[in-house]
């Protein structure tokens, strides 16, 4: 079965240094690789995906991801964090031809000036 | 021009009470979602369509049920309302399963 996993409810770092908010994935067959952000008392936004290719994928908003097979790791990362990169992250994970996405639990990034 | 529209946003009911959600998506995607957000922000699958044909039911009470009547509309109806009901439906459309989703704003049911 498909499963995704977030440990950290919530990820603090101080504006302008490094993030990294982390996914480990397990689904049987190629992986679709997907984080989406939610800010408060909004819909889900798409930031990037892995499909194939380089496991280096850049996105939305300056985010860059980096699938790792042997880990079953697709870790969400940012040079420098800003204050609006406040909100909520999921990871998900999707194999078939549903469509289906099983998604994370959620990690709450907050950003301190 | 809002790509995946729902409505209402917000739904105050009484418990018992049958009520529905609608959703509309203008991006000519094939398939659409009905997800479920519990108050620890946990999203659930409920129910997919493929151009009008239902291909994912997950483990929902038979109170809900989804309908399509075209490829663009994929609507969500509860019968009487619960108060566990509560939570936040998100309506979402994809291409494809490589594509990833496009998600609405989202409809916040509360059951008094």
């Known amino acids: 079965a498909q499963s995704v996993a977030q440990p950290e409810d919530q990820v603090n770092v101080a504006e302008g240094n490094p993030l990294t908010v982390k996914c480990t994935y397990s689904v049987s067959g190629n992986p679709y690789l997907f984080w989406y952000v939610q800010y408060p008392n909004r819909g889900l936004q798409f930031l990037l995906k892995?499909?194939?290719?380089?496991?280096l994928v850049k996105g939305s908003y300056g985010f860059e991801a980096e699938f790792n097979k042997s880990q079953t790791s697709f870790h969400l990362k940012k040079p420098s964090a800003l204050v609006s990169d406040s909100a909520l992250y999921f990871c998900a994970v999707s194999s078939g031809n549903t469509g289906k996405l099983i998604f994370g639990q959620g990690t709450t990034l907050q950003v301190k000036p | 021009d809002t790509a995946v529209s729902q409505t209402p946003k917000y739904l105050v009911t009484q418990m018992g009470n049958d009520k529905s959600i609608k959703c509309e998506q203008n991006l000519g995607h094939d398939t659409m979602y009905w997800y479920k957000q519990d108050s620890k922000k946990f999203l659930k699958i409920m129910f997919s369509y493929n151009n009008k044909e239902l291909i994912i039911n997950e483990t929902v009470p038979n109170r809900f049920s989804p309908k399509s009547p075209d490829k663009a509309h994929l609507n969500l109806h509860i019968n009487s309302l619960e108060l566990g009901d509560s939570a936040v439906y998100f309506c979402?459309?994809?291409?494809?399963?490589?594509?990833?989703?496009?998600f609405g704003s989202g409809t916040r049911l509360t059951v008094v």
């Open positions: 979402a459309s994809s291409p494809s399963g490589r594509d990833g989703y496009t």
């Open positions: 892995y499909i194939t290719g380089d496991n």
